[in-house]
């Protein structure tokens, strides 16, 4: 289905008034994981939700469902984030949809395995594309809808949450390609907060170890947690919570908040998902 096809309506209990006052934002994966926790908080907070999916359309209208029964609008967008086309439907859908867009979180991502010693260039390009180019697209497009009079106003000025890693502050040799695209997302941040302000914020959201992925056992996710200063690393509530207060942080752009409970302060020799037990490439 196309991204500028909304699968659920955006259809509201609000009043007029208050749909034109609601502030709306667009999380890219917001179907699962990080992405639904994080899409789930801001509509707790009082955000109107635009859950952005790629093969998850059932689990994206059961999202959209939680984010109605919260009192909010919602609707679900599909996008191949690696067609540029795609994506760029996406921003006049959410207007479409909500006749706003004020946020955009880019929290979906590639994440494949390769080191050193087995990249090869179509990985790469294919997340770069996923992990780099879809969200430097929604910046440029949320910057053209934004109006001009946002660079003097906070309430008006939009945002754009690039969700990183961090192991960018603690690095290792696997999931190369991975750890490539997020490392260019970091310095992208920094370039659009220079070339989209005053009238976008940009900045960047770095979770530690926050769910189980493919391959980890439960005794080495939570083994994991343990070696952390403070013996837990990031929960998908942190994560959403860290997301919500940047996107009302009126006086941060160009940086990154590291929310993994001092993960990045461990050094390690390979990434957790290999550590404690866990299978090894």
Not at 134 to 151: F, G, N, Q, V, W
Not at 168 to 193: C, H, I, R, W
Request: proline fraction near 5%; charged fraction near 20%.
């Amino acid at each position: 289905m196309s991204a500028s096809t909304p699968l659920s309506s955006a259809n509201s209990p609000l009043s007029p008034a208050s749909a034109a006052r609601s502030r709306v934002v667009l999380v890219t994966g917001g179907a699962r994981r990080i992405g639904r926790g994080v899409a789930l908080e801001f509509a707790r907070q009082g955000w109107d939700v635009a859950v952005h999916y790629g093969g998850s359309a059932r689990e994206a209208l059961e999202t959209v469902a939680e984010i109605e029964a919260l009192g909010r609008r919602a609707a679900a967008l599909h996008a191949d984030l690696g067609i540029e086309a795609e994506v760029a439907r996406l921003v006049p859908a959410c207007v479409e949809a909500f006749g706003a867009l004020n946020c955009v979180v880019n929290c979906a991502s590639r994440f494949d395995e390769d080191t050193a010693t087995d990249f090869g260039y179509a990985k790469l390009l294919e997340m770069t594309a996923i992990n780099v180019a879809a969200p430097l697209t929604l910046a440029r497009l949320l910057h053209e809808i934004t109006p001009e009079s946002a660079a003097d106003d906070d309430t008006q000025r939009g945002v754009v949450i690039n969700v990183l890693d961090q192991k960018l502050y603690n690095m290792n040799p696997d999931y190369l390609s991975y750890t490539l695209t997020k490392a260019a997302l970091e310095n992208a941040t920094v370039a659009l907060a220079q070339a989209l302000g005053p009238k976008l914020r940009v900045v960047g959201l770095a979770p530690g170890l926050t769910l189980i992925s493919a391959g980890q056992t439960p005794e080495s996710f939570a083994a994991a947690h343990r070696v952390t200063p403070l013996k837990r690393a990031s929960t998908v509530r942190d994560v959403a919570e860290a997301a919500c207060f940047l996107a009302n942080a009126h006086g941060m752009t160009g940086t990154t908040l590291v929310v993994d409970g001092g993960q990045h302060l461990v050094p390690s020799p390979r990434d957790v998902m290999y550590l404690f037990g866990a299978p090894k490439l």
